[in-house]
Nanobody, 121 residues
Framework: QVQLVESGGGLVQPGGSLRLSCAAS????????MGWYRQAPGKQRELVVV??????NYADSVKGRFTSSRDNTKNTLYLQMNSLKPEDTAVYYC????????????????WGQGTQVTVSS
């Protein structure tokens, strides 16, 4: 069993900052790509940032404001969000491609439960 648990969401004023965390736990053999997605009310889920094999790719809308980092020793992904805008308001989801110890030849896509980020004055 594998779990992704996000934390760090909340309410912040425009121009403020938040740091999200996503911790993976369970019977993990290997973690491949990890990323953050977000879904605003009435909109489709969209990619924010993905890291795979040392490369990080950001959505154009967050470039220069958001920074993703990964601590492989803790199986944790972070998202530092600066200069937040009202349009960043969304539920943020963590995603990870994980191979478990029960089936080392299969990689599954796991999702966290989501954390709400609200940017408002």
């Amino acid at each position: 069993q594998v779990q992704l648990v996000e934390s760090g969401g909340g309410l912040v004023q425009p121009g403020g900052s938040l740091r999200l965390s996503c911790a993976a736990s369970g019977s993990i053999f290997r973690i491949g790509a990890m990323g953050w997605y977000r879904q605003a009310p009435g909109k489709q889920r969209e990619l924010v940032v993905v890291t795979r094999r040392g490369n990080t790719n950001y959505a154009d809308s967050v470039k220069g404001r958001f920074t993703s980092s990964r601590d492989n020793t803790k199986n944790t992904l972070y998202l530092q969000m600066n200069s937040l805008k009202p349009e960043d308001t969304a539920v943020y989801y963590c995603n990870a491609q994980i191979t478990t110890t029960q089936a080392v030849d299969i990689t599954y896509s796991y999702w966290g439960q989501g954390t709400q980020v609200t940017v408002s004055s």
